[in-house]
């Protein structure tokens, strides 16, 4: 049986820790509406969810946008998202308990996602978890958002964890792209897209209620390799944004 020690566990935050896709969606929603965009904001995110929103923007325009103009966009979607969001801000369920028995069992605990620090503290902060997490990557601490692997590959380092020790909880499909390229193996969650979009994760759980940290080892053992990462999926245009 693993020891859980030598292994770190490294969560996405928005769909991950907090069911928030649907408030997420509206906002991008409002802005299209805005500029008079006809896009379904929430099929976007099925596709593209885990990219950071100026990349998502891009492939909304159908003329190019300077990059300035799309980190205003971005600013504005991420104001609606807050207004929105505001008083539904909980943690997922099961979450704490989860957290509090895997640092307990021995695993280290990482954050990584898109998102930079303020949103980081607009969520971490006031759901007072900061404490559960060893280490947090965000926006700021990479290059290269999701799909890249950058993300996890930098979580990875912080925590002093090789890759092929860590496991990703991701819910977008993308972000488990991500996980894949950076030789890591995966838990989704179903929160944003049904489970059978997913590539090849070790298990698909609706919250943290469905699962356990001997659930975890017993699953490292069980999927002692972490998958390829899906070519069709690594090879679409929006995943060299």
Known sequence: MPNASDYALIFDMDGVLIDNTAYQARAFQLLFREHSLTTNARRLLERLNGMPATNILKTVFRHPV??????????QREFLYRVLYWNKRREAAGLTKFLTAARAAGFKIGLGTASPPETIEYIIDHLNLRHLFDTITG????????PHADTFTVAAKQLSVPPERC????DAVLGEQAAYKAGMRCICLSTSVKASKFQNPMKVIKDFTEIAPQDVLNMIEQYPKAPKPDKQTAQRQYAKL
Not at 66 to 75: R, V, W
Not at 139 to 146: I, L
């Open 66 to 75: 300077p990059e300035k103009e799309l980190k205003k966009y971005a600013d």
């Open 139 to 146: 926006k700021a601490d990479v290059e290269r958002g999701k």
């Open 167 to 170: 496991i990703v909880f991701e």
